[in-house]
């Protein structure tokens, strides 16, 4: 979109299969459902504590290279990247166990890594009026 000049991925050398870090994308219609899911549950009495913690997710971690390559693949964007140093604190992997979430609220991540970066890259054009 031409926001930044070059996309910086922190470290290309972490212990994964291609080097970067990986992390649980979720796509944020996914992230909305799982609240509604929530307000339901409460609203409905279901819940069994006070409080209750759930994590969503997919529970599958993706690469930054992997997104990278995905968005490129997707919306036939070429991504204009450099490889910088890792961030402190960064961490090599993390991702969420949606288990609690899929059984007690019947709640499951549905979009696809591919839908996400789809809606993404037309709403920053939309936004862009291109």
């Known amino acids: 979109m ?18 970067t870090c990986q992390r649980d994308f979720i796509d944020i219609v996914d992230l909305a ?3 509604v899911f929530a307000v339901t549950r409460m609203i409905e009495g279901k819940m069994k504590e006070d409080c209750e913690v759930f994590n969503v997710g997919t529970g599958r971690p993706l690469s930054v290279m992997e997104l990278v390559n995905a968005f490129e693949k997707v919306n036939g964007v070429k991504v204009n990247y450099r490889i ?4 402190p604190g ?13 059984t007690e609220m019947g709640w499951k ?6 839908e996400t970066l789809k809606a993404a890259w037309a709403w920053e054009c939309h936004l862009a009026g291109k």
């Open 2 to 19: 031409g926001k930044r000049e070059v996309l910086s991925i922190f470290g290309d050398d972490y212990p994964t299969p291609d080097g």
């Open 33 to 35: 459902r799982a609240h």
């Open 84 to 87: 910088a140093p890792r961030r």
């Open 90 to 102: 960064d961490i090599t992997a993390i991702w969420a166990d949606p288990t609690k979430a899929n």
């Open 109 to 114: 991540a549905t979009r696809t890594i591919e």
